[in-house]
């Protein structure tokens, strides 16, 4: 004998967003980004500076710092082809292999250490340090790819990738060329431009990394590679927040190196407030903002400033969190998922 006749489950439909029609309509936030082309939104480089593979990393970081840049594609001497690019978070990483994770060093001082290995460190061939800290693979993007595909790279903490023509590197987009073209598009999505940053979540939950004026710049230097993050923050004596330290601030340590007598890389051992004065810089204000601040003021702080991170600050001006430009990146992706 049968028993009672089994009730047919009900599945469940996803939901989608349907006009009267029946037809399934896009985001228009993620279509534009999807009909925008590279070539759209890179900012075209004047002065396209490269270096190429048979070049030291002393002559490659002077030549970022002459430039006032943070990193170049690097070619093939040979050929000119794209190898990739060099980086000041590579040279961060360099640094620190060669003179603290090398296995003859491990039992001098980092004086010692520095002494002996800082003429390697200098001369050591740009092709061998290139993305080190992996935050530049040699990715490519054509220049009629949609913006919405380069974003998808960025957000994985690429920072920058060579656009082509073809088989040609015609120019680099960068995290910062993608945060002005948003920034020409405020008007047109207010909804999302408004949103706070605790709304978005562009404030995570990893921690503020931050050191303070009297420690050896050295020990910023070992966060940065440790981390693979482009700076960290410096902090008084009551830990609230007076300025940042670069990955760029490398540059400073090789400024100098020509004077006779020098020791090339012993300003490392300085404190974060004497290594930056050394190399003529100053102690930077530091970008900040709140978790009630909104997207655009984000945004358009970032891009004014040519800054690739702002701290999030309490009220009493300590900083409990940083916005990086990955961090937006990775927000835009998020948006366009719980939007689907």
Not at 128 to 149: A, G, K, W
Not at 229 to 235: D, E, F, K, W
Not at 317 to 326: E, Q, R, V
């Amino acid at each position: 004998m049968s028993g009672p006749p089994k009730k047919k489950r009900k599945t469940k439909r996803a939901h989608s967003r349907l006009p009267k029609g029946g037809v399934p309509q896009k985001d228009p936030f993620i279509e534009m980004l999807q009909q925008t082309t590279v070539k759209e939104c890179v900012i075209e480089k004047e002065n396209f500076i490269v270096c190429y593979d048979v070049f030291s990393v002393q002559e490659t970081l002077k030549l970022l710092s002459c430039h006032r840049i943070l990193s170049l594609p690097v070619l093939d001497a040979k050929n000119d082809s794209f190898l990739g690019f060099f980086d000041v978070i590579d040279a961060v990483c360099h640094c620190v292999k060669v003179i603290i994770e090398d296995e003859d060093m491990i039992e001098l001082t980092p004086y010692e250490a520095i002494s002996r290995r800082g003429d390697i460190f200098l001369k050591q061939s740009v092709s061998d340090v290139m993305n080190l800290s992996t935050v530049n693979p040699n990715c490519q993007v054509q220049e009629s790819s949609s913006l919405f595909q380069a974003i998808g790279l960025f957000q994985k903490g690429i920072h920058r990738v060579a656009v082509l023509s073809g088989s040609s590197v015609v120019n680099i987009l960068t995290q910062s060329d993608v945060i002005r073209f948003l920034i020409s598009k405020e008007t047109s999505f207010p909804d999302f431009f408004q949103k706070s940053v605790k709304q978005l979540s562009l404030c995570g939950p990893r921690p503020s990394i931050t050191v303070r004026t009297d420690d050896p710049a050295l020990k910023a230097l070992l966060i940065i590679d440790e981390y693979k993050i482009s700076a960290v923050g410096v902090v008084d004596e009551e830990g609230k927040l007076i300025g940042n330290f670069s990955a760029s601030d490398i540059k400073g340590a090789v400024t100098t190196d020509d004077d006779d007598g020098a020791e090339p890389l012993g300003a490392i051992l300085l404190p974060v407030s004497s290594f930056l004065k050394q190399g003529g810089m100053t102690l930077p204000v530091p970008m900040a903002c709140k978790e009630d601040s909104t997207f655009d003021f984000v945004i358009l702080k970032l891009a004014s400033s040519r800054l690739h991170r702002i701290w999030v600050m309490d009220d009493s001006d300590h900083p409990i969190g940083l916005i990086s430009l990955t961090d937006i990146m990775v927000n835009l992706i998020s948006q366009f998922q719980e939007r689907k």
